[in-house]
């Protein structure tokens, strides 16, 4: 592992280059496919530092995102302040949220910890509309200049930092301490890992980038929305595009991601199928799970082996 | 100064009382044999003072420090290291990984190369370095019984707690890992409280050997005196069981 | 002859484990295969009984060609089988797990009796009826395991390690209920690594060897008694 | 101005006005969405089968280049971006629902297009400073006022309890009527909001009861209209008087309420029932444009076989207005037209249209609504009605 | 201010108490379903909710057509879950769960997202085919008069349905063979194998009963709560199952009906005392003291 070149991550950075290049060239219509695209991806990594990497599945997960929505829109709603502070409050909560969170829920395993996780969702969403400070109805809208590029740049950065860490997350000390735990947690303690204190890391830098995402995507959105903000089709959307992509690598949720949504898109702008494209989207996601269950990064695992180097 | 001081420890899961009050110590580099009936609370003892368990009453010093209550990875970074009596591998990792994992932690290395390094070296030594790429989930029995000691190893305890490592092997296996402890022992001068039913193996690495039952200490002494306690074959060994 | 391999070869995925394993048991005796860690003694009941395919070859239990059948369908026919790692259901409580034996349609109607039976032979495990198996010590499980399978009323009972973790007294006890057993007309498939006291109530013997069978016979032919007494309660 | 004899100039010389929106084909507005649609593509068809749109003497055809947004934010500026600089449609319809024409009307101030919105009635969207956002609705603060005056002119001593949805259209509805009914100097005893993912009102009803109220007024979706319905019954409290959003206008209320619904009332946008006509217009001393109210309902029924609602209503009459507001400012320029659409003052079957200088409705009133023997009867304001209020309610 | 009414007046209490404890046993009956599927055959289910739904279309239109009532529907709903709870181990579960020793971490994701899909696909043909109008029962039997106290009796008789079904499926689990090897599945497939259990067999009857169950309790749901049957119904009642089943407890059968009511208690009289919203958010966090303080669940 030491000294390997990481191929991988050079092929994900030149990737990433080229996603800016494109956005940056090409039309407005394209950029802000790119934005959601990305929105997508960084929730997807996001999620992938919890679930993917420890096997605890973040059913609530929706909860950060709202966090960093709602952190942006009431600074720049109500504080008209300017969005990147939004994402930088929104990210600062997302983690501390985790943290906090964490260190109750985290110690529960399994389906305990995945409704634990929902529940937080759930209240959050009645919470959010107990207070005015959140909108009528959890409804905060604002209006900022339409700026599609900057707000590219903005999740292309927070996109591009989650590569990296994942990417090193993995291939350090954590990484292999948090795959021992994923394994047998209580053996992982019995060698040395001290399984909470790396869960509560991952599941902060889940939170935190979330947080960071979810602020982005009000920013794109021009505001926020309770019944939305916390819609745990989000949540499933994530854990779908991992498990498509690739579970707990680096390379797997832009994968995942890409293929979701753009396949999602592409049938939303389908003229025929009006209404029914989920129709399509509910039929591929069932067939892609049932049938590459260990997604795309699995698949290329089995079949080409030598590629290894190139995708994990 | 003993390596491990047990006092008075009892634990009790609702009704059932496994331990009642066991007090023993383990001397510096000593090997201490513990033999009893199956139930008799021997994993349990080495649970708690793993810091697996916590325990009910009593306590556990290492060196001298109370230990009782702390995090199972706090006791093995102080240099306590157990195996699993059912063995208890990262079943997806390879079996290096699985033993640069302990050593990674245990002996607080900073990054995963040396940690690997320090694998392939325990590996070597407990006889699988040829085991080392495989997933640990496809060892056989036998096998993954090793990785158990290889991973308590690695973490660089000075104490080691041995769950039944010499059950399952066939005699000429058994005398090769008697070897291989010794030559371990001498190496590396640990202290082990080694928990085991095979006779043969507890008497041939053992100094001292102590006996539970039912949660208590009932006889305790040199290998030679328990095999012909009363009590212990009574208990333990069967009146048909020795020498047949 | 209650089970017959010819020539069977079997694995895990791509990896071949046994190749061209032949073996019989004969009706109520028993059969003891020895070998050393890694020979593919786990892998041969795992094909007896039917947990992995045997890759050709085929397998006769009662008479009845049983290779294509899956493991439950061969339990309903009369095999057992205490398998390594005991595989108990952890959080179902010791009498729950030992009725659970019964699950086939020739051992449901007297699994009163059966269970009064086992708990004869384990008392401990009467103690412990209660009490979750999970949270049992190594050794009282795998008498759940034992008792389990015996729960089925099997004419054949494959055990892998039966010894496995028991205290000395207990392995005494065993290896005679394991008599007691073939007194009462059952078969025995054995693996055992406790080769003196196995090859003591074996019929017959196998010596596997990378996944061959490289030696066997009746045990006193195999082994030199003496050498094993030796090998067993010694000093080094 | 769209002459009503046909054949000015045949349909295949013209040239065509495209109009671009997104709208909740699926998802949670599926149903309003589809309404909203069926709406559009009815007053657009009646327009092109009219004359068409004409400025400068020459004719165009409406067309529509719509997308599904199901329901979710994320998709509104991709769709309308696509609209907008790749499907380069010259009008915009805003989506379903104010929180994503919130999403939809920054692009429309980045684009320079008129954006007219049909179903976000929250009145926040007009106070955030859009150029471009015009509205047809009546907005969200005034919805129960026509109740409320019906109580204070009748009822002067009834005692009120508010309960609605939390949500942000419910909860604007509830708390400015409560406000509202407050100034006017009634009674509010009871004044309370709950989630729209409420499963059980009977506590807020027994102590809306137990508080002595006689009304009851608020309400937020069909779902929980009809559970305040259900429950009212199970706590065993009959209001003399009750007042709900959204679900009572949906005959699927009565159907399932049965008797029950029988004297319920409900604001509403609009109703197939009401009568603004071109008579009306004149009492009025406003144009008329467009389709009547019969000519809108026969062009409607080939859309959508169930029936028009309100918020078929209010979208076709977002496409009426937009096409007189062309032809007024004779151009398809959007500063033009924007100039036209600030000035209009017009009455279509859906009732009249004028705004503020933020683009905010003022003009259009909300009708209350009455179920009365198993029909819907228009009972306030009086320049709209088709009968009177019934009081008390009964129960049965 | 809604406190002090409820001070004053002790039956306003005592009302939201009877309400509180019919609406536990609406959601305990729809959770029960999933508790059969996720706390035994460790599937989670993320379509439970649109099954919910096509049990309740299934009690709509049978009275639609056939005038009969929901409890009678159940009946018939139950039928067709059964089925269809087959054809869905078959479909979706087998290929997964076929093979494995136990239901592993990875076969729980596969099925959850396959089922997510699962619940894209019912939810847009729902809507395409029943469209997107609410829909209803006319079904009142009628209220009963305890003191000051109103009981709905439709809600009576889901809560005595409920509680049969609850003990039915109790007492199948403890005291039937094949009731046992459904719990000893969920624990170690292969072993369930080893006893003489046909893996599949004992899998999708589980799944059968539970998919019986969850169309059942759509069904029951349309006799005390009749807001409206529609397409999208399912997403209010799934996460509320999910946290129900495991309050009470995944896998114990009367951990649905412990789960159920205590949410339906904390929900009702904290809506009366605080908000509705405080009521959600307190009834959903209480998981979490549960959870440490009884880590399986409210039962023992
Ligand atoms: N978590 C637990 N809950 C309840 N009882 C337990 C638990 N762990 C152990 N026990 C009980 O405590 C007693 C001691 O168990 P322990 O595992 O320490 O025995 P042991 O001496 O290691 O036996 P063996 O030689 O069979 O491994 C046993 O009776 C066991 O059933
Ligand atoms: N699940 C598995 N996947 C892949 N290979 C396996 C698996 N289980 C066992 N093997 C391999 O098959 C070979 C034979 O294993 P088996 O368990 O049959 O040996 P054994 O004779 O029972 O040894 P022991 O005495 O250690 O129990 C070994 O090389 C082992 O690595
Ligand atoms: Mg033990
Ligand atoms: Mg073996």
Known sequence: MKGRTPFTLYGLLAVMAALAAVASFSGVATTVLLVNLLVFAALAYSINFITGMTGYVSFGHVVFMAIGSYSLAVLVSTYSTSPFEGIALGALLGGLFALGIGAVTLRFRGVYFAIASLVLALAGYNLVLQFPQFGPGGELIFYIPFQPLTVFFAIWGIVVAEIVLTFFVNRGKVGLGIRAIKDEEDAAAAAGVNPMKLKLYVYMLSGLFAGAAGAVFAWSTFGVNASSAFDLTFSLQMLAMILIGGMGTSTGPLLGASIVYLLYYELLTYPRLQGGQFLVVGAAVIVIALFVPDGIVGIIRRKYPSLKPVIE | MPAVEVS????????????????????????????????????????VIAGVQKPTSGTVKLGGRAISGMRPDAIVKLGVAKTYQIPKPFASMSVRENVAVAALYGRRLRSVGPALEEADRTLAIVGMGDRSDLAAGSLTAQEKKRLELAKAIATGAKVLLLDEVFAGLSSEELRDSIALFRKMHEELRFSALVVEHVMRAVLNVSEGVVVLEEGRVIAAGSPDQIVHDERVVQAYLGSKGVGT | MALE????DSGYGETQVLRGVSLKCGDGTITVMVGPNGAGKTTTLKTVNGLIRAWSGSIMFGGEDVTRLHAFERVERGMASCPEGRRLFPRLSTETNLRLGAYSKRARDSVDETLQDVYGMFPRLRERAEVRVGRLSGGEQQMVGIGRALMAKPSLVVLDEPSLGLAPKLIGEIFEKIVELKKRGLSVLLVEQNAFQALNIADYAYVLQEGRVVNEGPPSQLMDREELKKAYFSIE | YVTSQQGTSPPSQRGTIKVGFSISETGTFNVEGGKSLAGIRAAAQWINDNGGVVVNGKAYNITLDYYDDASTAGNIVPLYTKIITQDNAQFLLAPYSSGLTAAAAPLADQYHL?????????????????????????????????????????HPNDKLAFLYANDAFSIVVGAAAADYAKAQGLTVVYNSSYPATVTDLSPQLTAAKAAGATDLLGGGHFNDGLLVMQQLKSVGWTPSFISLLVAVTEPAFQQQLGASANLVTGPSQWETTVNYSPSAASTAGVTYFGPTEQQFATEYAKFDSTGATYHSGEAGAAIIVLADAIETANSLNTTLVRDALHSLHIMTFFGQYQVDSTGKQIAHAMVLDQWQSGSLVVVAPSTATTGTVEYPYTGS | MVASYFLSDPSVLLSDLVFGLLLGCVLAVVAHGLNMIWGVVKVVNIAHGEFIMLGAYGAYFLNLYWGIGPLASAVFDAAIGFLVGYAFYYVFLHRELRGKETVSLQSEMVTLVATFGLSLVISTLALIIFSGNVVGIDYDPGTLLLGPVSVPLGGLYVAVVSILIISGTYLFLERTFIGAAIRAYSQDVTATELIGANPAKVASLATALGFAITMAGGALLTVFISVGINPLMGTLYAPISFVIVVMGGPGKMWGSLAGGLTLGIVFDVLQAVATPQIAFATGFLLLIPVLILRPEGILK
């Open chain 2, 8 to 47: 008075n420890l009892s634990k009790s899961f609702g009704g059932v009382q496994a331990l009642r009050g066991v007090s023993l110590s383990l001397g510096e580099s000593e090997v201490l044999g513990l033999i009893g009936p199956n139930g008799s609370g021997k994993s349990t003892l080495l649970n």
């Open chain 3, 5 to 8: 391999l010819r020539d069977v």
């Open chain 4, 114 to 154: 008129i954006m007219f919105s049909h179903g976000g009635a929250s009145d926040s969207i007009w106070a955030k400073g859009y150029q471009n956002v015009f509205g047809i609705l009546s907005p969200a603060s005034t919805y129960l006022k026509t109740a409320i005056d019906y109580l204070k002119a009748n």
